[in-house]
């Protein structure tokens, strides 16, 4: 039997000037707060340590590197790293990545108790454009700042659960869900910063976001007989609205916590393991139901073709 009391830390705005040391002293608050409830895994926002850059539009993109880490740990991120350690507490968190070679990457990592970095997760589905768009009411530049992913979707066994990353627009794409799903996940753990207007239409805002958020989530969930965490940075931040609305959710793909606020927030629950088999060995039991020779186009092709 293989049940953990896990948390979803949402964070509230960062401001640009606001230090790397500061944001984890608000981590290391919700994370003690967690474990003085008896969390034993925590995740965290994607980009938990910085303001979410890519609304803003710089040409030359080099003037962005200081919001990147070069290394984890660093000497920043350390102090959250021993404290973990001292609770015995897995957590995730979603950083901007440099690599030695020079590649940008909006990526999330999951950490043992034992502080070593178990899985590294690179963000696959990158959401917006790459070119200043003055039609949008918002810039949303993650294709300028980063690239795709190379990690593809890993599950790893850590404190006794099979787990895995996606980072934000990832959620909205079951093609992540099902990946994670066919390595037998039974925990995903998914950050997010979702601008609370869509920046091409005026008729998507904060109530309709939340929405596709949950339907996202617990459809994913649900469909592939996992845990999920979803936890956002929200609420303004250097003058630009995120949607809240951070959620546990079970196997059966309901929501079991939800935070109520916009700001630092603690959401916990008891997740019973044991609870994804049943969906995994009945409607969802991929070996006896899936039909692989009808789904090449999903591999096959990215935009959608018309009828001849
Ligand atoms: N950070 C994100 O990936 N945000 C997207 C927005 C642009 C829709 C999201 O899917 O929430």
Same mark, same amino acid.
């Given at each position: 039997?293989?049940?953990?009391?896990?948390?979803?830390?949402?964070?509230?705005?960062?401001?640009?000037?606001?230090?790397?040391?500061?944001?984890?002293?608000?981590?290391?608050?919700?994370?003690?707060?967690?474990?003085?409830?008896?969390?034993?895994?925590?995740?965290?926002?994607?980009?938990?340590?910085?303001?979410?850059?890519?609304?803003?539009?710089?040409?030359?993109?080099?003037?962005?590197?200081?919001?990147?880490?070069?290394?984890?740990?660093?000497?920043?991120?350390?102090?959250?790293?021993?404290?973990?350690?001292?609770?015995?507490?897995?957590?995730?968190?979603?950083?901007?990545?440099?690599?030695?070679?020079?590649?940008?990457?909006?990526?999330?990592?999951?950490?043992?108790?034992?502080?070593?970095?178990?899985?590294?997760?690179?963000?696959?589905?990158?959401?917006?454009?790459?070119?200043?768009?003055?039609?949008?009411?918002?810039?949303?530049?993650?294709?300028?700042?980063?690239?795709?992913?190379?990690?593809?979707?890993?599950?790893?066994?850590?404190?006794?659960?099979?787990?895995?990353?996606?980072?934000?627009?990832?959620?909205?794409?079951?093609?992540?869900?099902?990946?994670?799903?066919?390595?037998?996940?039974?925990?995903? #753990?998914?950050?997010?910063?979702?601008?609370?207007?869509?920046?091409?239409?005026? /008729?998507?805002?904060?109530? %309709? =976001? +939340?929405? @596709?958020?949950?339907?996202?989530?617990?459809?994913?969930?649900?469909?592939?007989?996992?845990?999920?965490?979803?936890?956002?940075?929200?609420?303004?931040?250097?003058?630009?609205?995120?949607?809240?609305?951070?959620?546990?959710?079970?196997?059966?793909?309901?929501?079991?916590?939800?935070?109520?606020?916009?700001?630092?927030?603690?959401?916990?629950?008891? #997740?019973?393991?044991?609870?994804?088999?049943?969906?995994?060995?009945?409607?969802? /039991?991929?070996?006896?139901? %899936? =039909? +692989?020779? @009808?789904?090449?186009?999903?591999?096959?092709?990215?935009?959608?073709?018309?009828?001849?």
């Amino acid at each position: 039997m293989t049940k953990l009391k896990i948390a979803a830390a949402q964070i509230g705005g960062i401001q640009k000037d606001e230090s790397r040391e500061a944001v984890v002293a608000r981590m290391l608050a919700l994370m003690d707060e967690a474990h003085a409830q008896g969390v034993q895994f925590i995740a965290y926002p994607e980009m938990t340590l910085t303001t979410f850059f890519p609304r803003f539009y710089v040409e030359d993109r080099a003037e962005f590197d200081h919001w990147f880490e070069t290394e984890m740990p660093n000497a920043a991120t350390a102090p959250l790293f021993a404290r973990a350690k001292a609770h015995g507490m897995g957590f995730t968190f979603g950083y901007c990545e440099l690599t030695p070679e020079g590649l940008h990457y909006n990526t999330a990592i999951l950490v043992s108790p034992e502080g070593e970095i178990r899985l590294t997760y690179r963000k696959t589905h990158l959401p917006g454009h790459a070119e200043y768009e003055p039609e949008r009411s918002h810039q949303h530049l993650e294709k300028r700042y980063f690239l795709p992913g190379d990690t593809g979707f890993n599950v790893t066994k850590m404190q006794g659960v099979n787990m895995g990353l996606a980072i934000c627009n990832d959620r909205r794409w079951p093609e992540t869900w099902r990946v994670l799903g066919l390595q037998s996940v039974q925990l995903v #753990a998914i950050g997010y910063n979702t601008p609370s207007q869509n920046n091409l239409s005026k /008729d998507e805002g904060p109530a %309709r =976001r +939340i929405y @596709h958020h949950e339907l996202s989530m617990c459809a994913g969930a649900y469909q592939n007989s996992t845990w999920a965490i979803a936890v956002a940075k929200c609420g303004t931040e250097d003058g630009n609205h995120m949607i809240g609305g951070s959620v546990i959710v079970d196997p059966d793909g309901y929501v079991v916590a939800r935070a109520t606020g916009e700001g630092d927030e603690l959401i916990v629950a008891e #997740a019973d393991f044991d609870r994804c088999a049943f969906g995994a060995s009945t409607v969802f /039991d991929f070996a006896a139901h %899936r =039909r +692989i020779e @009808h789904y090449g186009r999903i591999t096959a092709q990215t935009g959608a073709s018309q009828p001849e």
